[in-house]
């Protein structure tokens, strides 16, 4: 157990859960508050969408999360709006009027969790207006599944809630004594534990003293482990604080000038978590990033083609922490082309990742780097594609080299997501797409529509 | 659908294009209506539950407030589409903390057959699984969580069989869940009987008016 201050509704609340409450769990269990809706537990759906914000930043407008998979405890020092906040007496906030005058629900499940994200947009919109197109209104809303009203009618809520005459109430602006934390290093080493520091020193030294502790910041993959695997996770470091991590700079690394250099916190869980399947560890692997790993002694550099060993296994010891991403910036001659296949357009994890980096010399490929995710146990470069196509010029033949080189390669497993068979034939697509793509370069093969 | 587009103007045009196919670019719902008019036919009105949508008071089953004593269930699903149950040990589960009873086919007094309109509906498996997800047992614990962790301890053993994923191949193997039956026109023997046993009830003896039909159609020859 352990403590949690925060303010809910305006209202100051102090709560004792285990460090793996989620914040749905801790509003529908602890605090009998129901309005916020369980749907897939998972992150997917968006019915628990609650909105969150840091009440000691006055710039800080309200975020939308999901309750199912946010630690309670990140609730620390923040106000957290449900969607029973919104309601003043009888009077409806205007994303909620916009919704019922629009018809904007049906069998109502979703609708809270639709509401909250509207209301979200509102409390921007109210701040800095800006033009709802549907991009953005995607961006608001892509997070929230409807299956029986529709989307035509959540669309004009959306649009039409801005109209509605709306006063801020007074507990919106409301602020929080500080809390004084428990120092980390004073809890026993087996007891349970949320950390929340603050720089990277006392990171690296929370990190030393509890080793079997597990780092969560966005906690959109370790939460499953909890929601879905029901693994206990009693000791856990939130990295989300750290100044050092939430900082990004351009310099000069390796003795070569236009690194981006930072850590971007959940970014940097994306690499760390090793999923063979993550998002931007091929891309990184194309750009050749370096990682920093920081202990409590000092910190090493290192390539980040090194730092994937096996499958969720990485070059990080027990005591270190990723501190820092080198990513170099593209040179003007050089193309990044990304390509990511899933089933869904939103909201899906790859079955095939491609990254290619290159430029193009009087006709012939230089400096090619290619990485794949859902190839192997890992993200991992295509090294011997990458060698079919170093200096060759923009062939057919070259081409089907590389493809031949890519399927001796990689033997990647079938799951759900793709057979072997689907995975190879797609990445060999991957390649063929680069090479229409290089040959009609005001071409490109792209997906127009989508099924909602 | 998947094509080949210009990008000289840009994957922004293709979208500007298929803008109001894609959003739909009639007038807005709640436009379409007088709203003075409420309650007429052609006009509309709101969901008699909208209010409570909104504002998270509308109650679903998950969200009634459970008795401080009341205990959780959580079901052990089958993980394959098709075999024979051979071994269900659940000694493990039995010990799980939180857990208060485990029930099974064995333990069902009554009907086993939940079927409410044909039999073949069985409430647990006893040893033929007919679908990925059907319950083999059920765990009673103190909480949910409890409850669902202890369900994982259960050691199966099952002779999985090949499942059935394909209807045509289905049909030909003659794979059916129901019998088959046919549904034919044409003559029917006693048309002319039933056809006076309709006739002959007063109407003011009938619930629902009587649909009569047309007089038996000659006899063929």
Known sequence: ????????????????????????????????????????????????????????????????????????????????????????????????????????????????????????????????????????????????????????PIRDAALSMQSLPWQAPQWFDASLPAVSAPDPERVEENASLFAQPTTQDELTRVRRRYPNARLVAGATDLWLENTQRLVELDQLIDVSRVNELRQIEEATFQEQSGWWIGAGVTYTGNIVNASPIGDTPPVLLALDAWVELANADGSRQIPLSTFFIDYKKTALAADEVISRVFVPKLTDTATLRVWKLSKRREDDISAVLGAFCYHLEAGVMRDVRIAFGGMAATPKRALATEKALEGQPLSKTSFQAAQQALDDEFTPMSDVRGSQLYRQQAARNLLERLYLTLCAPNQEVMLHAYAH | MRTLTKLDTDSRRARRELHDQLQGSGPLARHTVDSQSQRQAGSASFHESAQKHVTGKAAYIDDIKTPADALHVALGLSPVAHGTLTKLDLEAVRQAPGVIDVITFNDVPGHTDIGPVFPGDPIFVDQEISYAGQCLFAVAATTLQAARRAVKLAKLEIDEQPASLDPVAATEREEFVRPTHVQERGWLENWGSIWKAYASVPPAQTRYPIHRPPPPPAAPT
Do not use: W
């Open chain 1, 1 to 152: 157990m352990a403590t949690i201050e925060f303010l809910l509704n305006g209202t100051p609340k102090q709560c004792d859960v285990p460090p793996d409450t989620s914040i749905l769990t801790l509003l529908r269990d602890h605090l009998g508050m129901t309005g916020t809706k369980e749907g897939c537990a998972s992150g997917d759906c968006g019915a628990c969408t609650v909105a969150i914000r840091n009440p000691s930043d006055v710039e800080a407008c309200f975020q939308s999360i999901n309750a199912c998979i946010t630690p309670a405890h990140q609730l620390n020092c923040r106000h957290l709006v449900t969607i029973e906040g919104l309601a003043q007496g009888n009077q409806l906030h205007p994303a909620q009027q916009a919704m019922v005058e629009c018809h904007g629900s049906q069998c109502g499940f979703c609708t809270p969790g639709i509401v909250m994200s509207l209301f979200t947009l509102h409390t921007t919109q109210q701040r800095c207006p800006t033009p709802l197109t549907p991009e953005r209104l995607e961006a608001v809303l892509g997070g929230n599944l409807c299956r029986c009203t529709g989307y035509r």
